[in-house]
Nanobody, 125 residues
Framework: VQLQASGGGLVHTGGSLRLSCVVS????????LGWFRQAPGKEREFVAS????????SYADSVKDRFIISTDTTGSAVALQMNSLKPEDTAVYYC???????????????????WGRGTLVTVSS
């Protein structure tokens, strides 16, 4: 399985961006999908995740009510709509897949065993 993220860029405070991640080579397995981010000098942190059926989501408190995670009907793509962006949202964003506990979005980062390359989001003040 491979993940390919895209959609990062430079945006002003208050602006919006939409990140996309394509999941290829699933071979019939079910995955919960998530987005994580790593700001310069900081550890990677959880942003949002969604269960395999697209029905259950989980968000970090820092992005709740501003970001929306969604999947397509086949679970082969996951998107993160980011609104009301703040400078503190600046980071490299990664998508990841979790087959270990695919039925829930609430899983430790270590359950996400497949990671894509990151895409940089920069929010200017």
């Amino acid at each position: 399985v491979q993940l390919q993220a895209s959609g990062g860029g430079l945006v002003h405070t208050g602006g919006s961006l939409r990140l996309s991640c394509v999941v290829s080579g699933r071979t019939g397995r079910r995955y919960a999908l998530g987005w994580f981010r790593q700001a310069p000098g900081k550890e990677r942190e959880f942003v949002a995740s969604i269960a395999w059926n697209g029905q259950i989501t989980s968000y970090a408190d820092s992005v709740k009510d501003r970001f929306i995670i969604s999947t397509d009907t086949t679970g082969s793509a996951v998107a993160l709509q980011m609104n009301s962006l703040k400078p503190e949202d600046t980071a490299v964003y990664y998508c990841a897949a979790n087959a270990k506990t695919f039925w829930t979005p609430s899983a430790p980062q270590t359950n996400f065993e497949i990671w894509g390359r990151g895409t940089l989001v920069t929010v200017s003040s």
